[in-house]
């Protein structure tokens, strides 16, 4: 069986490249990008992000450590909001470091 990621990943480009345009660091630190590719991702038009559904495999790799999504999965299921809000704050300052 084959999934295909092709509409997550031009979503998730799209939403990458509007952060570039407004801040161009903020976007490469929480993406990971290094600033020249960020500036690359800031210049592609809507044309070239659709080239994007071509790729079926996920662009994105979850960044954060085993602990961490313990914690979030079992946060959603016990449905409590202050500690998935809580647990969101250490993606960023892992994320960022």
Do not use: C
Request: hydrophobic fraction near 45%; charged fraction near 20%.
């Amino acid at each position: 069986m084959t999934y295909d990621f092709s509409q997550i990943n031009m979503q998730y480009l799209i939403h990458a490249r509007d952060l570039t345009r407004r801040d161009p660091q903020l976007a490469a630190t929480l993406t990971g990008l290094a600033d020249d590719f960020a500036y690359m991702l800031a210049d592609l038009t809507p044309y070239e992000l659709a080239q994007v559904t071509q790729i079926k495999l996920p662009l994105l790799i979850p960044r954060q450590e085993t602990w961490w999504w313990s914690r979030l999965f079992a946060a959603v299921r016990e449905g409590r909001a202050e500690e998935i809000a809580t647990i969101m704050e250490h993606a960023t300052l892992i994320t960022v470091r």
